[in-house]
């Protein structure tokens, strides 16, 4: 696959969190390590709420308002990442989706222009509307900013043909069209979401984050987790 020149990295909100609670200093510094040590690439990042709150498995909650505070968990994790970034020496710009002091609107013209510039651009707030996943936010902003892929790294190592969790004999399937994924319905991404990147034509790839060198092998063109395009 050719390398991306500009990418849309979708972060699991649980790759935040450690022995420490739901922010852990080594977490973020590993993160930022990785981010910091790509080249040649400019970086859009989509973080989910997960390491503070769920709101598809928050039934003590209002669905609605629990989906409301995940949105404000993104604001967070964006922060805390955009100022471990910026002490690692790279700008960044947070555009929430949702109105904060500390971020800017969405702009997908001020975006670009900040991605072009070189700055790392942390999108927060979902798309701003309950009921939706950070996935989908992702194919969004993807779509939005025009990156040329979308790279969903959490700690699933990619697509299974049967659940690895429970079937020993899983098998991870390399590559699959968005038509193969969504009609077998697969679960470790947002049907939405891929069929946004359907549309638009932007690849998928579906990685494991806790794999240190797996972003940079994505930014360089290598084979990692599942491709779906």
């Not at 990418?7 to 993160?31: M, V």
Request: charged share 20%; net charge negative.
């Amino acid at each position: 696959m050719k390398p991306p020149a500009r990418l849309l990295l979708k972060l699991s909100g649980e790759a935040f969190a450690g022995e420490e609670g739901a922010f852990s200093p080594q977490s973020l510094r590993s993160i930022t390590d990785r981010i910091v040590a790509l080249t040649g690439v400019e970086i859009g990042i989509v973080i989910g709420g997960g390491n503070i709150i769920r709101g598809s498995r928050s039934p003590w909650l209002d669905r609605i308002d629990a989906d409301s505070l995940g949105m404000l968990a993104t604001v967070l994790n964006g922060l805390a990442l955009a100022a471990y970034l910026e002490r690692a020496g790279r700008d960044t710009l947070v555009q929430s989706a949702i109105t904060t002091e500390l971020t800017d609107p969405v702009s997908p013209l001020k975006a670009r222009k900040a991605l072009a510039e070189g700055r790392i651009v942390i999108f927060a707030g979902g798309t701003g509307n309950p009921l939706v996943t950070t996935d989908t936010a992702a194919a969004v902003r993807a779509v939005s900013i025009g990156a040329d892929l979308l790279a969903k790294g959490s700690n699933v190592a990619g697509v299974f043909d049967s659940d690895p969790a429970t079937e020993t004999a899983s098998r991870l399937i390399e590559e699959l069209s968005y038509d193969s994924f969504l009609a077998a319905r697969y679960g470790v991404m947002d049907q939405v979401a891929v069929e946004i990147c359907r549309e638009n034509a932007i690849p998928i790839i579906v990685f494991d984050f806790s794999d240190s060198d797996a972003l940079v092998r994505i930014t360089t063109g290598k084979k990692v987790g599942t491709l779906i395009h």
